[in-house]
């Protein structure tokens, strides 16, 4: 069985309720009904020994009165009845006084004051006269006793038991009815007597122990159902919700197994279940079983005693119960979800009052569950994107931050697709905007049907969906766009009059493409990119782009001048190929430039710009060709990246950051000999990056985080800016950050 919680989980407010009465304890431990049986019966028991005790206290009253003053003994006689009074009172007292101490009577008790009725009884009519005694009511004592603490059986055994009793202290013999045939009826109508007082107090005991046992489990059964409302009053939780109403259902009604199915938009859906059943109910539900859709539809319960002589559609699903109920869950008047519960092998298996009660069930959870879908709604509102129902950009941000942070966790691979409704403007402008949205319904239905149910599908720009693809390589997203795209074609789906509805995917993956989520956002927007550029209506891998550029220089460098911003990190990337190791130089250059300037307050166009410069810092490789050992790298490497940026359209900003990275501070650097805050904010935070990459990457002697931040602030205040070194080392504090860039955990980074 089968979530939002506001403070503590439903769970926790169960075990954290009130006080849980004892007869509600018992349930939780026992079975419901031999655990009521056992409370009943012993508060049965207390109850009874009280009313006998009552019932003593008057006949030994009333025998008394006759004794000593009705007349109807000798004075030796009525001594001796006197003493056999003033112990039954005695024993009486001592009775009371237990009681009154909350003594707990048990069966065995109940047998000793029966015992000592019935001898107190056979004594007085033993010591009177005889047959003919008045005493005899005290006989009558134990027989209604024994009804009030037995039931009936036990009565009338007690009534053969003290009829034979009564004969033996009478003193008479078989024939002496034969002589005196009116003695012989006037003894068998008091032993009829007997009888007769056993049966009827017998019965009447039953009864009455029917309605308190009724009035008990009904008290217990309200109480645990008050308990429930409290509980799930403070759960938001739709799946614990869920649970816990079933939990109770079939609690309440002693079913084999329940079911707890969802109403939404006219659709059922098997939301949670207990017991027997699950798969195979879930996909009764969803062919449509008539019993369900007719509870959903009029808003009736329904309680079917036995299935095989219900007049009615059959239930359907793999085991046909005998019996079942159904009983929905109004809010405001509408059916939002139906309780189910079944018994497999049991015909007539639940009763009227079950029935009632899993209806005051229903009536309980209304409230709480309308508060859950509510909530439930808001919430998915918050995430979803209100045209197509994907996922919205800012959960999409936000589930891609959680999958690459499980992605370095765990070392799996991590998948990213990038999908674009081609010419989407020309679908608006000539089909109209109401035609536009229902194209882009249609696409990301069928993206969503493509991928797997946890494959995370989202809404990314106006024509743009991604999609999150953990425990997958760059390589098997590939063959999902692919797919996908011949999905898409086959469905043949009209996107204007002229041209059906197709898509471009570009695709990135860790850990090949990327070394941060950002970059691995910006691998797979140039991979959708260029393939948009290369004709539409096809998937790109950004590892086939990179691949082009670097075998191809005419297309790096049109690339270069066409298209340059939309392409830096394929562009950084292929570049860095011609260096081993280079791939993940400026890629690391990049996140470290990025975080630091984060860390100093800069805006968001300043940290993109920024990271732009990183990734692109070394492409005055292309100007000086594979052989840089002719060239003063250091010192001309930022001049010569100047003259290729130059060819593109790239911000004027962009190009000062990348040729003064390498000024000092002192002002004793290259190219311009610009010092201090001459050079340019973010060339200086691009020089620390630079700067701490390669002492932490060095081939043959790489320093700590902590070794390389000492290193440069040595040279702060000289070769660079102190304030930017500042910000670096408040990110070697914290750790998390740079230990992602280093694939090294934050400890190490705060410790070495």
Same mark, same amino acid.
């Given at each position: 069985m089968g979530g939002y919680e506001p403070g503590a989980t439903c769970h926790q407010n169960l075990h954290s309720a009130a006080k849980v009465p004892p007869l509600v304890r018992i349930w939780g431990r026992q079975g419901r009904a031999s655990a009521a049986d056992d409370y009943i019966d012993a508060d049965r028991r207390l109850v009874a020994e009280r009313v006998a005790e009552i019932f003593r206290w008057l006949f030994v009253l009333i025998l008394f009165i006759l004794n000593n003053f009705g007349g109807l003994q000798l004075a030796g006689a009525r001594l001796f009845s006197n003493g056999v009074l003033v112990a039954w009172a005695l024993f009486n007292l001592g009775v009371t006084v237990l009681l009154v101490r909350g003594f707990?009577?048990?069966?065995?008790?109940?047998?000793? +004051?029966?015992?000592?009725?019935? #001898?107190?009884?056979?004594?007085?009519?033993?010591?009177?006269? !005889?047959?003919?005694?008045?005493?005899?009511?005290? =006989?009558?004592?134990? &027989?209604? $006793?024994?009804?009030?603490?037995?039931?009936?059986?036990?009565?009338?055994?007690?009534?053969?038991?003290?009829?034979?009793?009564?004969?033996?202290?009478?003193?008479?013999?078989?024939?002496?009815?034969?002589?005196?045939?009116?003695?012989?009826? +006037? +003894?068998?109508?008091?032993?009829?007597?007997?009888?007769?007082?056993? =049966?009827?107090?017998?019965?009447?005991?039953?009864?009455?122990?029917?309605?308190?046992?009724?009035?008990?489990?009904?008290?217990?059964?309200?109480?645990?159902?008050?308990?429930?409302?409290?509980?799930?009053?403070?759960?938001?939780?739709?799946?614990?919700?869920?649970?816990?109403?079933?939990?109770?259902?079939?609690?309440?009604? @002693?079913?084999?197994?329940?079911?707890?199915? =969802? %109403?939404?938009?006219?659709?059922?859906?098997?939301?949670?279940? *207990?017991?027997?059943?699950?798969?195979?109910?879930?996909?009764? &539900?969803?062919?449509?079983?008539?019993?369900?859709?007719?509870? $959903?539809?009029?808003?009736?319960?329904? *309680?079917?005693?036995?299935?095989?002589?219900?007049?009615?559609?059959?239930?359907?699903?793999?085991?046909?119960?005998?019996?079942?109920?159904?009983?929905?869950?109004?809010?405001?008047?509408?059916?939002?979800?139906?309780?189910?519960?079944?018994?497999?092998?049991?015909?007539?298996?639940?009763?009227?009052?079950?029935?009632?009660?899993? !209806?005051?069930?229903?009536?309980?959870?209304?409230?709480?569950?309308? @508060?859950?879908?509510?909530?439930?709604?808001?919430?998915?509102?918050?995430?979803?994107?209100? =045209?197509?129902?994907?996922? @919205? *950009?800012?959960?999409?941000?936000?589930?891609?931050?959680?999958?690459?942070?499980?992605?370095?966790?765990?070392?799996?691979?991590?998948?990213?697709?990038?999908?674009?409704?081609?010419?989407?403007?020309?679908? @608006?402008?000539?089909?109209? %905007?109401? %035609?536009?949205?229902?194209?882009?319904?249609? #696409?990301?239905?069928?993206? #969503?049907?493509?991928?797997?149910? %946890?494959?995370?599908?989202?809404r990314y720009g106006g024509d743009e969906m991604a999609v999150i693809l953990p425990d997958t390589s760059a390589a098997e997203a590939a063959t999902t766009a692919a797919r996908l795209t011949k999905i898409v074609r086959d469905a043949a789906i009209h996107a204007t009059s002229t041209r059906d509805l197709t898509l471009s995917i570009g695709i990135a993956g860790c850990p090949q493409d990327a070394i941060t989520s950002d970059e691995l956002l910006m691998a797979a927007d140039e991979a959708l990119y260029y393939a948009k550029r290369l004709g539409r209506d096809r998937c790109l891998s950004f590892a086939d782009v990179v691949s082009e550029f670097a075998r191809d220089r005419q297309a790096l460098s049109r690339a270069i001048v066409e298209s340059g911003p939309q392409l830096v990190a394929a562009i950084s990337r292929a570049v860095a190929l011609s260096d081993p190791g280079g791939t993940q130089h400026t890629s690391r250059i990049a996140a470290f430039a990025h975080a630091i300037a984060r860390k100093l307050g800069r805006h968001d166009q300043e940290l993109e710009l920024v990271r732009t410069a990183a990734l692109l810092h070394e492409i005055g490789r292309l100007e000086a060709g594979t052989d840089v050992r002719h060239h003063d790298w250091m010192s001309e490497h930022g001049v010569l990246a100047e003259r290729v940026i130059q060819r593109g359209n790239f911000l004027p900003e962009l190009v000062e950051i990348i040729r003064h990275h390498h000024e000092r501070w002192d002002g004793k650097g290259k190219p311009d000999g610009l010092a201090g805050e001459q050079i340019p904010l973010l060339a200086r935070v691009l020089a620390v990056a630079d700067a701490f990459d390669q002492l932490t990457s060095d081939d043959e002697h790489p320093l700590s985080p902590v070794d390389a931040l000492d290193r440069l602030a040595d040279d702060g205040g000289k070769a660079y800016d102190q304030h930017v070194v500042d910000g670096l080392a408040s990110l070697v504090g914290e750790g998390e950050r740079l230990g992602s860039i280093l694939r090294m955990p934050p400890r190490v980074i705060q410790t070495a």
């Open positions: 707990k009577p048990g069966r065995q008790f109940g047998l000793l +004051t029966t015992a000592v009725d019935l #001898a107190a009884g056979a004594l007085l009519v033993y010591t009177s006269s !005889g047959l003919t005694s008045p005493y005899i009511l005290a =006989l009558f004592l134990a &027989i209604i $006793a024994s009804a009030i603490r037995f039931g009936t059986a036990y009565s009338l055994l007690c009534a053969a038991v003290i009829g034979f009793v009564y004969l033996f202290v009478g003193g008479t013999v078989p024939a002496d009815y034969a002589r005196d045939p009116q003695l012989g009826l +006037t +003894t068998a109508g008091r032993i009829f007597l007997f009888f007769v007082v056993a =049966l009827v107090t017998g019965l009447m005991g039953d009864e009455l122990r029917r309605e308190r046992r009724l009035a008990v489990s009904r008290a217990a059964q309200a109480e645990s159902l008050q308990q429930m409302s409290g509980a799930l009053a403070y759960s938001l939780d739709v799946s614990d919700l869920f649970e816990v109403i079933l939990q109770q259902a079939v609690k309440v009604s @002693n079913a084999d197994s329940g079911q707890l199915i =969802l %109403h939404t938009g006219g659709r059922l859906q098997l939301a949670a279940f *207990h017991g027997q059943g699950g798969k195979s109910d879930r996909v009764a &539900i969803e062919k449509g079983d008539p019993l369900t859709q007719r509870v $959903a539809a009029t808003g009736d319960a329904l *309680h079917i005693k036995d299935t095989r002589s219900y007049g009615g559609p059959e239930p359907i699903g793999a085991s046909p119960p005998l019996s079942l109920m159904l009983v929905p869950i109004l809010v405001q008047d509408r059916v939002a979800a139906i309780m189910k519960v079944v018994a497999f092998t049991r015909a007539n298996a639940f009763t009227d009052q079950q029935f009632f009660m899993l !209806g005051a069930l229903a009536a309980s959870a209304a409230g709480p569950l309308s @508060n859950s879908l509510r909530y439930e709604r808001k919430t998915r509102e918050a995430i979803t994107d209100g =045209l197509t129902g994907l996922l @919205n *950009h800012r959960e999409f941000r936000r589930r891609l931050e959680i999958e690459f942070s499980r992605y370095r966790r765990k070392g799996t691979p991590l998948g990213l697709m990038i999908i674009d409704v081609d010419l989407f403007k020309t679908v @608006n402008d000539s089909m109209g %905007h109401q %035609h536009g949205d229902e194209v882009l319904r249609a #696409a990301a239905d069928l993206v #969503a049907r493509a991928v797997r149910e %946890h494959d995370l599908v989202s």
